[in-house]
């Protein structure tokens, strides 16, 4: 069982965004539990902080990211949005969308493997959230819901790049439209879910699976994310150029020099998924 995260290096006073560390692994708690994690501005700016801070560490080889109190995440705050009052600029709210996209696109490019842990709602913005992510673990009790009808908006913070990808165009539309709940069973046979664990088990599930890359292939498995991420925007020949070129990399890296080295020697290799 992985070991729980280190309290070390934190901040003793609650945050909204807790940051812990369990071995190479990074664990980004969501933690307006009141809120259901919602996403407010501190919230975000938070995450927009985090998300950079962590890309050029080094030591951090995966990323969990979860939830305080039972839930995932709620969506966007919609007392931070105005609550409907009609008391911001358009272009207020153009600039507080476009700025989201900016921390988004740094976790969804992030070249280290990215697991979500959901309990509890993973609804609008929270959905996005776990559509960042590499693999979705969830317990029973989750649910998902691009749940932006039901207040007369669009998909955002990447929902209607990112869903469509995941589950289909069609399965996409019927979701969005409907703004139905999503429960987990569904969910995995969809895609959007990986493994369900029980509610006691989530945590540590996650851990153990990003503690799996602690001696992977970081430089290759990051260039390969990178590059199957835009797969859907490139031809083949431009995907054919981008794979010659990682590969050539690859080739010369210290990671595969030792492999090969571990390969001819009949030595068991270092990064093997058991």
Not at 39 to 67: C, F, M, N, Q
Not at 135 to 154: D, E, H, N, S
Not at 219 to 224: D, F, R, T, V, W
Not at 255 to 261: E, K
């Given at each position: 069982?992985?070991?729980?995260?280190?309290?070390?290096d934190?901040d003793d006073?609650?945050?909204?965004?807790?940051?812990?560390?369990?071995?190479?692994?990074?664990?980004?708690?969501?933690?307006?539990p009141?809120?259901r994690?919602?996403?407010?501005?501190?919230?975000?700016?938070?995450?927009?902080k985090a998300?950079?801070?962590?890309?050029?560490d080094?030591?951090?080889?995966?990323?969990v990211?979860t939830g305080?109190?039972?839930?995932?995440?709620?969506g966007?705050?919609?007392r931070a949005?105005?609550?409907?009052?009609?008391n911001?600029?358009v272009?207020e709210?153009?600039?507080?969308?476009?700025?989201?996209?900016?921390?988004?696109d740094?976790?969804?490019?992030l070249?280290?493997?990215?697991?979500a842990?959901?309990?509890?709602v993973?609804f609008?913005?929270?959905?996005?959230l776990a559509?960042?992510?590499?693999?979705?673990?969830?317990?029973?009790?989750?649910?998902?819901?691009?749940?932006?009808?039901?207040?007369?908006?669009?998909?955002?913070?990447?929902?209607?790049?990112l869903?469509?990808?995941a589950?289909?165009?069609g399965?996409?539309?019927?979701?969005?439209?409907?703004?139905?709940?999503?429960?987990v069973?569904?969910?995995?046979?969809l895609?959007?879910?990986?493994q369900?664990?029980?509610?006691?088990?989530?945590?540590?599930?996650?851990?153990?699976?990003?503690?799996?890359?602690?001696?992977?292939?970081a430089?290759?498995?990051?260039?390969?994310?990178?590059?199957?991420?835009?797969?859907?925007?490139?031809?083949?020949?431009s995907?054919?150029l981008?794979e010659?070129?990682?590969?050539?990399?690859?080739?010369?890296?210290?990671?595969?020099?030792?492999?090969a080295?571990?390969f001819?020697?009949?030595q068991?290799p270092?990064?093997?998924?058991l």
């Amino acid at each position: 069982m992985a070991s729980a995260p280190d309290s070390t290096d934190k901040d003793d006073e609650m945050t909204v965004l807790d940051i812990t560390r369990s071995g190479s692994t990074a664990v980004l708690t969501l933690n307006r539990p009141e809120a259901r994690n919602a996403l407010d501005l501190e919230l975000r700016g938070a995450l927009a902080k985090a998300i950079p801070t962590l890309r050029d560490d080094s030591t951090v080889r995966a990323l969990v990211l979860t939830g305080a109190g039972g839930c995932f995440c709620a969506g966007g705050d919609i007392r931070a949005m105005g609550g409907g009052q009609g008391n911001t600029d358009v272009f207020e709210g153009r600039s507080r969308i476009l700025a989201m996209h900016r921390w988004f696109d740094e976790l969804v490019d992030l070249e280290k493997p990215v697991i979500a842990a959901v309990d509890g709602v993973a609804f609008g913005a929270g959905l996005s959230l776990a559509l960042a992510a590499d693999y979705v673990l969830a317990t029973p009790r989750a649910k998902f819901c691009a749940v932006f009808a039901r207040i007369g908006y669009v998909p955002d913070l990447g929902c209607m790049y990112l869903l469509p990808r995941a589950v289909g165009l069609g399965r996409a539309k019927e979701l969005v439209l409907s703004a139905r709940t999503v429960e987990v069973t569904e969910a995995q046979a969809l895609g959007l879910v990986h493994q369900i664990c029980e509610q006691d088990r989530l945590l540590d599930a996650a851990l153990e699976l990003a503690a799996r890359f602690e001696h992977a292939p970081a430089g290759a498995l990051g260039i390969a994310k990178s590059v199957m991420n835009r797969a859907f925007e490139s031809d083949r020949q431009s995907v054919y150029l981008q794979e010659a070129l990682a590969q050539s990399l690859c080739r010369e890296s210290a990671f595969h020099q030792a492999a090969a080295q571990r390969f001819l020697a009949k030595q068991p290799p270092t990064y093997h998924w058991l």
